[in-house]
């Protein structure tokens, strides 16, 4: 395995106009890892996705598998494989379910049915709906089916933005369960949460940021002990 970190984050700042979102960011993803990145409302969580993702202007430096994101599209990162950011809300709500799977692997249709095979196997529910409208699915379906429609895209490198938010806890299991089987697989994860308990059990390390900026990083069982953690996961 190459010794290049998967995502390499260097001193990143990103700002709104006259808004600071992110500050002296660091973060380091290594392949095979499953890394979360957490924080309260506002710490900059969703800017962090967006800029790793290619959406945003940034200071610093975003390496992805070594390639400078603001050097390359977001398109040809998904192209390579690099990584692929999912979203409920890019879901096509006219399609069918196996539509909107089938569209995850556009850019990659290699082995696109056994793709399609493995997603249903790790979400049942997603294959006895596979011909209903997107739009009608539940929230915790729509997840699924965002989530699934990643990995249709056989990414080596998976960002997931929230996984768990909004969802009723019996679905949060599904999803939870899901997720264990992903990263048991040969793919690098990394999770952005408000949902500490959720980053906790999923992440071999984990990144604080508050406030536009890294706080701690650590292990789960490091950082679940610390008087910050304690506070978020009582608040
Ligand atoms: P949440 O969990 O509530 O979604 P977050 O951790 O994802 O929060 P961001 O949405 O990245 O945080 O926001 C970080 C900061 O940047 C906040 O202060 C927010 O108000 C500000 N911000 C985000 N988007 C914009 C924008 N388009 N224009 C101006 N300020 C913005």
Request: hydrophobic share 35%; glycine share 10%.
């Amino acid at each position: 395995m190459s010794d290049t970190p998967v995502l390499a984050v260097e001193d990143l700042g990103v700002t709104y106009g006259k808004v600071t979102a992110l500050h002296d960011v660091d973060v380091e993803v290594d392949a095979g890892e499953t890394v979360g990145v957490i924080g309260p409302n506002g710490a900059g969580k969703s800017t962090f996705v967006d800029t790793v993702s290619g959406f945003l202007e940034y200071e610093g430096s975003i390496r992805v598998n070594g390639v400078e994101v603001a050097e390359t599209s977001t398109q040809d990162l998904i192209r390579d494989g690099l990584f692929y950011c999912t979203e409920r809300r890019d879901l096509f709500d006219y399609m069918s379910v196996e539509q909107n799977l089938r569209l995850g692997s556009y850019l990659n249709e290699d082995g696109e049915d056994e793709r399609l095979r493995e997603v249903f196997d790790l979400f049942p529910r997603l294959e006895e709906r596979r011909d209903q409208e997107a739009g009608t699915l539940s929230g915790g379906e729509a997840q699924m089916l965002s989530l699934g429609r990643g990995l249709m895209s056989d990414p080596e490198f998976l960002i997931l933005d929230e996984p768990s938010i909004g969802l009723a806890p019996v679905i949060l299991e599904d999803i939870s369960e899901a997720l264990h089987q992903i990263t048991e697989l040969d793919v690098t994860v990394m999770i952005c949460e408000q949902n500490i308990t959720f980053a906790l059990e999923h992440a071999d390390r984990l990144y604080l940021l508050e406030n536009g900026t890294v706080r701690q990083t650590g292990t789960p069982e490091g950082l679940q002990s610390t008087e910050f953690v304690e506070s978020f996961m009582g608040g």
